[in-house]
């Protein structure tokens, strides 16, 4: 076990399944110079075929790592900024995510497509580059979604990812670069589809995704010395997701707040509050909470978006409301 | 040079040809009957350039096409039992009745997928070509794709990414003069799309798509420049669409002449390479009747296959979306 950020933890996830497949390959933009930092010195290891440099075109990009991958190769591909994927909709969509279907279960497309969601304070990158677009691709069937928490949780859903049969995106938050946690050493893997119960709690249930967990974790843990149990569930993967956790969850506890840094409206959360809404009606004991971004763009004046997403003041706010 | 073909070559060079026709003249037949549904895009006209492509791959080499899908796959040496059963939307289909028309597929011969959205097929026919590379086989890819396609963006950049990793892929324009009903010459800023090879660096070569032998001979070219490692190269292949866009889609609407059509129906590809198999490469009419005999004995077949196939089972709606979703 050893402390690693979560920025290292995706180095270490890359390094060890090159090492391992020699099938893996990466490729994206300023990936020979790590631009972003989960690429030091894999040049000089892997070599410039493997570490693939490619001019900015998205969908390109996204559509050669489709076909690589349907004759056998391991693509990861870094789209860098989350809404860089834009230009390659129609690739992941209409080839990446129906290949398989399409052609009677004849192709595979294990590719892995890496981006990182960079907004809020750090960035203050304005409305076409702040986006949590995950919502969009869990509505396509045929793609997996993960969206990792933590440094632990990174490293062994990516080499989940890139061992996995189908195509996988994976959405990095930028803010929880820097944050640390314990790793293992050995080779882990985390299945995805499974979600985790980051904190057991009997009171309440709160689902966050991604960089709200840490938020929600503190939540919980401010209730606490109040004597309010707090549940956090992270599903980790939201496509497939792990449905059963979260109503198992919310049985017990009957409330459930959604919190997700994506608009609301067609969120994660708002999906998750749907199946608890449906399947654990009977269950619950107030109204469901969703702590969402605003529907709104995201403006580029600091003092414009610093109030606009989800934190551990809202999430405490929304858990009082689901106690009242 | 390459050696010349073999009489067998020139026969199965002829068969396939003689089956993309017979196959679609009984799928347009089917269709008028209702027994396929949905789209039908036909590529009668142009089966010289489709098969003097194919034939000038290997079977295990890669080829990927577009929504007018039927002749590619047959070019590509796939069997037509399985193609039509999967027009008919049978689960004997290739596909198992899931694709259809448009997304035919057999990858038993290299054919990784037709594909229904203009010029989407680019980056995968690059992308099995990276792959080759990276896997250290000789194998190359071919992408089929449209003068309608070569003004996507996805043409411009499968086109830069091959050229700057010098990509063992072969990019073969089929330009049938129309997307859908709108003359290229309105849509195309070039007279000819191979020239837009310079903006890529890479050899641009134009042929008469009629003449099965000449688009060989080209196709053949590029495919030795490509298992070198020279990279890729982009074909035009000028040709001709007999019917409309698809099945029912032209109404009359008047956007080619009839004069046009009789023009190009009179340079007839597969009347051509016959008379050039007669006159040029000793076959003889009892030769070219015994292979037309057999390939409608072929097609005749492989609707009487598809026609008695059942349809897949209601449980193959939700199989194949994900890796753990296989048929039983």
Same mark, same amino acid.
């Given at each position: ?95 990446? #995510?129906?290949? !398989?279907? =399409? ?5 595979? /497309?294990? @590719? *892995?497509?890496?981006? +990182? ?100 974790? #503190?939540?919980? !843990?401010? =209730? ?5 149990? /707090?549940? @956090? *569930?992270?599903?980790? +993967? ?87 | ?328």
């Amino acid at each position: 076990m050893s402390k690693q950020t979560y920025l290292q933890a995706i180095q270490s996830a890359l390094r060890e399944e090159l090492q391992r497949d020699e099938r893996v390959f990466i490729m994206g933009q300023d990936v020979q110079s790590n631009l972003f930092g989960t690429t030091p010195g894999f040049v000089k290891e892997f070599g410039a075929e493997r570490i693939r440099n490619t001019p900015i075109a998205e969908a390109g990009m996204a559509g050669v790592a489709a076909g690589a991958a349907m004759v056998g190769m391991r693509p990861v591909v870094d789209f860098s900024i989350a809404p860089f994927l834009y230009p390659a909709f129609d690739q992941i969509v209409s080839t990446v #995510a129906k290949s !398989r279907y =399409l052609y009677g279960g004849q192709a595979a /497309v294990p @590719v *892995v497509f890496r981006s +990182t969601m960079f907004y809020g304070r750090a960035a203050s990158s304005a409305a076409q580059h702040s986006d949590r677009p995950y919502s969009l691709y869990m509505h396509v069937p045929g793609l997996k979604v993960i969206v990792p928490s933590s440094a632990h949780d990174v490293k062994g859903l990516l080499k989940a990812a890139i061992r996995d049969d189908d195509p996988v995106l994976s959405f990095e938050d930028a803010s929880l670069w820097t944050t640390a946690s314990d790793v293992p050493d050995n080779d882990y893997l985390i299945p995805l589809g499974k979600a985790d119960v980051k904190r057991p709690g009997t009171d309440v249930t709160v689902v966050a995704i991604g960089a709200t967990v840490p938020m929600a974790l #503190a939540a919980g !843990r401010q =209730l606490a010395a109040e004597g309010i149990c /707090v549940e @956090v *569930v992270d599903p980790r +993967t939201l496509a497939p997701l792990d449905r059963e956790t979260i109503l198992d969850s919310v049985r017990k506890t009957g409330r459930l707040v959604a919190v997700d840094v994506a608009w609301r409206t067609c969120s994660a959360a708002s999906e998750i509050a749907a199946t608890v809404a449906s399947e654990a009606f009977r269950n619950l004991r107030g109204p469901i909470q969703i702590v969402t971004t605003p529907d709104t763009h995201i403006p580029f004046s600091p003092v414009l978006e610093a109030d606009l997403y989800p934190n551990k003041d809202k999430i405490i706010a929304a858990i009082r409301r689901a106690l009242a | 040079m390459n050696a010349p073909l073999s009489k067998d070559q020139l026969a199965e060079m002829y068969r396939r040809m003689q089956r993309i026709r017979l196959f679609e003249d009984a799928a347009v037949d089917l269709h008028k009957r209702g027994e396929i549904p949905g789209a039908l895009h036909t590529a009668q006209g142009q089966e010289a350039e489709i098969t003097g492509a194919c034939m000038a791959l290997r079977t295990d080499d890669y080829m990927v096409g577009n929504h007018r899908s039927h002749g590619h796959t047959i070019g590509k040496g796939a069997r037509m039992r399985g193609l039509m059963a999967e027009l008919l939307a049978k689960g004997t289909g290739v596909c198992k009745g899931k694709g259809g028309s448009m997304h035919l597929a057999d990858f038993s011969v290299g054919s990784l997928g037709e594909t229904s959205i203009v010029g989407s097929g680019l980056p995968t026919a690059a992308g099995a070509a990276l792959g080759a590379k990276l896997q250290g086989s000789d194998r190359v890819s071919l992408c089929f794709f449209g003068d309608g396609a070569s003004n996507e963006g996805t043409f411009h950049e499968a086109l830069n990414m091959a050229a700057i990793w010098k990509l063992p892929v072969i990019f073969l324009c089929e330009n049938n003069g129309y997307g859908q009903t709108t003359p290229a010459a309105q849509v195309v800023a070039v007279n000819d799309i191979a020239d837009r090879a310079a903006g890529y660096a890479m050899p641009g070569v134009v042929v008469d798509g009629q003449d099965v032998l000449k688009v060989h001979a080209v196709v053949l070219e590029a495919v030795c420049r490509a298992r070198a490692g020279e990279g890729p190269s982009l074909l035009e292949a000028k040709t001709y669409r007999y019917l409309d866009h698809a099945a029912n889609m032209g109404r009359n609407l008047g956007y080619r002449s009839s004069d046009e059509i009789e023009r190009w129906r009179r340079r007839d590809p597969i009347v051509l390479f016959a008379r050039a198999l007669r006159a040029e490469h000793g076959f003889t009419g009892g030769d070219i009747e015994s292979i037309d005999a057999q390939v409608a004995r072929e097609v005749e077949d492989a609707v009487a296959f598809a026609r008695s196939s059942p349809p897949p089972a209601l449980n193959e709606a939700f199989t194949d979306v994900l890796a753990g979703t296989r048929s039983s």
